[in-house]
C-alpha cells in the first residue's frame, strides 16, 4: 500500500478558516481557496456536515459515480494526522491542526495526570473508570470552537451545533436533516455545523463495504439530497474526518517480548501507536517490533515525528511533546494492532493509519441559490 502523509496545505482544517473568515473572523490561518471561491458569494445559510468515516473510497466504493455525492464532488483533499475522529473533528472545530488544539486521537496521554485518557469518554483507558472529577481533555487542551468564535463576534443566534449529543439530542440522522432544514428555514445570516457518527459506526463492524453498510451509505445521501432540495441562498458542504478500510486485527498481548517493553498500553489509535518504552528494554523492543511489524507499520522517534511535523505545522500546545512517547508505531497496511483481544475481535473496518483509503476525504458542495 502507498504511504499517505497528511497535507495540511489542503486539508480538513481549511474549512472552518474559510467560513470564519467569511464571517468576519481572520486569525491568518490558511483557507481552502476552493470554499473561499464559493463564499464570495452572500448566502443566509452555510451548512457544514461531517459524515464519520465516509472517506473518498467509501463513496466510490459505495455510491453511484453517477448519484448525488459524486456528481457534487468538488475536490478531493486531506484528513489531519491521525485520520481519525477525535483529531479531525476537533480541527474542524477549533481550525486548528492537532499538534495545536492536543486532541491526538481516541486515547490520549496526559501528563499532568499520568494516564491515558479516552477523551470523549472522559474515561481512565486502561480501567474504564472515571479519569477525573473533570474533564480531563477540556481541562488541559480546551479550544474556542466555531460556533462559539461566530457567536461572539456576530450575535449568538448565528451560528448553530447540530450534534446528537448536544440539545435537542437528535437521535436519527432525520432527525439531523430536519433540524439542518428547520434551522435553515429560519430569518437571517447563520452557519450550521451538523455531525453524525456513520458510516463508521457500522463500518466498524460489519465492514467497509458490506450490505449494511452500502444500504446506510445510500440512505444517508437520499435524505441529504431531499434536505438540500427545498431550500435557497445555501451553501451545503459535506464532508468527512476520515476515511476508512478492512483490516486484519491482532492484540498487542499476543507479542509478550514487545508489550514488557513498555511503560503502559500503547495510546492513540490502534493503528497510530503512542508507545513509551522502557529504557532499559529499548534495543529489545526496536529488535522485536521489526522482526513482528517492520513490512507493515512505519515506527517513528518522538524526534522524527516532530522534524516531520506529523501532527501539523502550527505552533505546538505547551503539552503537546509531553503527551507523544518514545516512538509512534503508524499502520501502512491492512494490519492493525488493538490493546486487547476483544477489541481486535470485533474491529472490521478501521482507520487513522497512513494508506490513501484513511487520508483522503471528499469535500462535496451543493450550492442552492436564486441571487437577483
Known amino acids: 500500500m502507498k504511504v499517505k502523509f497528511p497535507d495540511y496545505n489542503n486539508c480538513i482544517t481549511n474549512i472552518p478558516n474559510s467560513i470564519l473568515k467569511y464571517f468576519g473572523y481572520e486569525e491568518g490561518r490558511k483557507t481552502s481557496s476552493l470554499l473561499d471561491s464559493y463564499l464570495k458569494k452572500e448566502y443566509d445559510n452555510v451548512v ?9 473510497c467509501i463513496i466510490d466504493g459505495n455510491l453511484d459515480k453517477e448519484g448525488f455525492f459524486q456528481s457534487h464532488l468538488e475536490a478531493v483533499y486531506s484528513s489531519t494526522f491521525p485520520p481519525t475522529t477525535v483529531a479531525a473533528t476537533t480541527s474542524m472545530l477549533s481550525g486548528m491542526n492537532p499538534c495545536e488544539h492536543g486532541w491526538l486521537g481516541w486515547d490520549c496521554y496526559f501528563p499532568q495526570i499520568n494516564k491515558n485518557v479516552t477523551v470523549f469518554l472522559n474515561k481512565e483507558m486502561e480501567t474504564g473508570l472515571s479519569a477525573a472529577d473533570y474533564n480531563v481533555a477540556f481541562r488541559y487542551c480546551g479550544y474556542e470552537d466555531i460556533v462559539q468564535k461566530i457567536n461572539r463576534i456576530c450575535g449568538k443566534e448565528t451560528a ?9 439530542y437528535p437521535r436519527t440522522f432525520e432527525d439531523i436533516t430536519n433540524r439542518i432544514a428547520d434551522l435553515c428555514s429560519q430569518p437571517g445570516k447563520k452557519f450550521i455545523y451538523g455531525y453524525w457518527n456513520e458510516p463508521d459506526t457500522t463500518m466498524h463492524r460489519k465492514g467497509c463495504y458490506s450490505e449494511e453498510s452500502k444500504q446506510l451509505l445510500q440512505d444517508i445521501e437520499s435524505r441529504v439530497e431531499k434536505m438540500c432540495s427545498g431550500l435557497d441562498k445555501t451553501l451545503f458542504i459535506i464532508t468527512a474526518d476520515h476515511g476508512h478500510m478492512d483490516s486484519k486485527c491482532v492484540a498487542i498481548g499476543d507479542y509478550p517480548k514487545i ?20 529504557q532499559e528494554k529499548k534495543e529489545q523492543f526496536l529488535s522485536e517490533f521489526q522482526k513482528e511489524f517492520g513490512e ?7 524526534e ?7 501532527f501539523g505545522p502550527d505552533t505546538e500546545h505547551p503539552s503537546f511533546r509531553d503527551m507523544l512517547g518514545d516512538y509512534l508505531a503508524i499502520a501502512v497496511s491492512d494490519l492493525t494492532i488493538c490493546c486487547t483481544k476483544e477489541e481486535a475481535d470485533i474491529l472490521i473496518g478501521v482507520h487513522a493509519g497512513m494508506t490513501d483509503e484513511e487520508m483522503e476525504i471528499p469535500l462535496i458542495i451543493i450550492e442552492k441559490c436564486s441571487f437577483s
Do not use: T, W
Request: charged share 20%; with cysteine; hydrophobic share 50%.
Open 48 to 56: 457544514v456536515l461531517l459524515l464519520d468515516g465516509m472517506g473518498k
Open 160 to 168: 448553530h451545533y447540530v450534534l446528537p449529543f448536544l440539545a435537542p
Open 259 to 278: 508489550q514488557e517493553c513498555l511503560v503502559r498500553l500503547p495510546s492513540i489509535e490502534p493503528r497510530a501507536l503512542n508507545l513509551f518504552v522502557r
Open 296 to 302: 507493515k507499520f512505519l515506527l517513528m522517534s518522538k
Open 304 to 310: 522524527e515525528v516532530i522534524q516531520r511535523q506529523l
